[in-house]
């Protein structure tokens, strides 16, 4: 993957590499808590060229470095529910829709890649506006609070994510990973599923699957 230019547009910080010919898809990359614009880079690096790509700042400052996707509420640290992870997807799809346009992409149908926090964004994006989802990598994540009552419409069901998880996770246990798949699959999604025996990244053998699982339409 060539350096990916970094970019400002209307408050927002970015990294951004277009796509080899157009129009290519967009797939946005969500970076977790803490993290920032150049967190997730790595974890793209093999993907086809065919994708426009886009790393985003999130847009709250994180008092213990980086940046956050939600102002924590007193007594909701770790539950993460839609209601507080709303005004960031919100805030994320104003602006995709403000600069896309400009470089020749559409925002209709979205490719997402999250990790950790950056999953719930994604899961919490996927909820609500589900026919802007193409494809969803959900990685050392957990589905927001609530997502099980909100996908009880099926909204998600045909649409194809791909999970992954390490056993040895201390930030984000396994079984919220695995609890994430068991709603998903009951509301309709088909979930490529990878555990590996790693901690809070993702191992070689999942990041190889989904990058399978992107290299296919």
């Known amino acids: 993957m060539t350096e990916p230019e970094l970019l400002v547009h209307k408050g927002w910080t970015f990294r951004f590499r277009p796509a080899r010919k157009k129009p290519g898809r967009l797939l946005v990359l969500i970076h977790g808590w803490t993290g920032d614009e150049n967190s997730m880079w790595v974890l793209a690096h093999n993907l086809s060229a065919d994708f426009a790509v886009l790393a985003p700042r999130a847009p709250y400052i994180e008092s213990k470095g980086g940046y956050t996707w939600r102002e924590i509420q007193p007594g909701s640290w770790g539950l ?117 025996d790693g901690g809070h990244k993702v191992s070689r053998d999942c990041l190889q699957g989904m990058e399978k699982y992107f290299g296919r339409n």
């Open 80 to 196: 993460a529910p839609i209601t507080e992870m709303r005004p960031a997807v919100e805030k994320l799809l104003a602006f995709l829709d403000d600069w896309a346009p400009t470089v020749g992409l559409g925002t209709s149908q979205l490719d997402l890649m999250g990790f950790s926090q950056g999953t719930v964004v994604a899961y919490t994006l996927a909820i609500l506006y589900p026919q802007r989802v193409h494809k969803l990598a959900g990685l050392s994540g957990f589905l927001p609070e609530g997502a099980e009552r909100a996908l009880a419409a099926r909204q998600l069901a045909g649409k194809s994510f791909f999970v992954a998880h390490g056993r040895q996770d201390d930030m984000v246990p396994v079984e919220s990973a695995r609890r994430s798949v068991n709603i998903l699959e009951a509301s309709g999604v088909k979930v490529e599923y990878c555990e590996s």
